[in-house]
């Protein structure tokens, strides 16, 4: 289908021009051609310059297009504690905070404060600033 992973980077610049994405049809190409991609093995230097150059693109249009919106303390750790596949008791223990706080977060009943938030990004390996959107 395609010539020598040299040529790549202008053949896929030819099957998709890299410029701004201005439409949900710009973004769901993109990330086909993205997707195609990263199913490769191994990406020659140009390919791989193409694929960083698209990402960008794609963050760029997603950043103001698709804006995130601010999760709080309890729905946060309600989603880490699924994604592990572990009990609010295990995470308590494993994160060094009492279990009657981690219950009041999960109740909407209390906020997370610095060192807590520390422990649990540690422990969930996150970045602490995850857990800092309602503050």
Known sequence: MYGT??????ELVR???LRPL???AD???AVAVIDALTDQDDLAPP???YLDVLSDLVHAYETVAVPVEPVGDADLLRFL???KGITQVEVARQAGIAESTISAVLAGK???N????GKLARYFHVEPGVFAFDR
């Open 47 to 49: 390919e791989q310059d």
């Open 27 to 29: 973004l769901d190409a």
């Open 110 to 112: 209390r906020k997370l």
């Open 22 to 24: 201005r439409s949900a």
């Open 81 to 83: 504690i699924e994604q």
């Open 15 to 17: 099957r998709f021009p």
């Open 114 to 117: 610095r060192l807590q938030i």
């Open 5 to 10: 992973r040299e040529d790549r980077y202008l």
